[in-house]
């Protein structure tokens, strides 16, 4: 199988002749510079190209792991990622999104078997005020709509009425 037989062009090496002859690949970037990793010695590693898309993207190779393992590194970090936030809501949303996750993958497990449990919200929320009042933001006291928690809270007198 050396060279192509001269009277027959197939529909691709015709569109790449004429490509050339127009002029479509003279301004290409990288023309005329050597193939990335093209002098390289020693052993040629499988994923060559993925890892070389996720140092040029700026990716982190964490994408690539399987399901359980995402999981369980980002329960190991939640206190971390919720040390940003401002509001105890927003810190109980983080949370609960993260359960819910958990519990589909406890349902539905999906790749190697690591050891995962439901993120408990009272205890990320202690350590989340505990490591503000460290650094001497203290944790937001929490606003009721419905006025003090000292007052009673009288019924409407429709509903004594309802209830007779």
Not at 2 to 12: I, K, Y
Not at 30 to 38: D, V
Not at 74 to 102: G, M, P, Q, S
Request: hydrophobic share 35%; net charge positive; charged share 35%.
């Amino acid at each position: 199988m050396g060279a192509a037989d001269p009277r027959f062009e197939s529909p691709v090496d015709r569109a790449i002749r004429e490509a050339v002859e127009r002029g479509d690949f003279d301004d290409l970037p990288g023309k005329g510079q050597p193939l990335p990793g093209a002098g390289r010695t020693g052993p040629v590693e499988e994923n060559w190209w993925v890892r070389g898309y996720l140092e040029r993207e700026g990716l982190s190779g964490e994408a690539l792991l399987p399901p359980s393992v995402q999981l369980r590194k980002e329960l190991d970090r939640i206190d971390d990622t919720v040390a940003r936030f401002t509001d105890e809501r927003r810190v109980r949303e983080h949370v609960a999104e993260i359960d819910a996750r958990v519990v589909d993958h406890m349902r539905y497990p999906v790749g190697p078997r690591v050891p995962i449990h439901r993120p408990d919200a009272d205890a990320v929320v202690a350590r989340w005020r505990a490591t503000r009042v460290r650094r001497g933001r203290p944790a937001p006291v929490p606003h009721d709509s419905a006025g003090s928690a000292a007052e009673p809270v009288r019924d409407r007198w429709w509903h004594r009425l309802r209830r007779r």
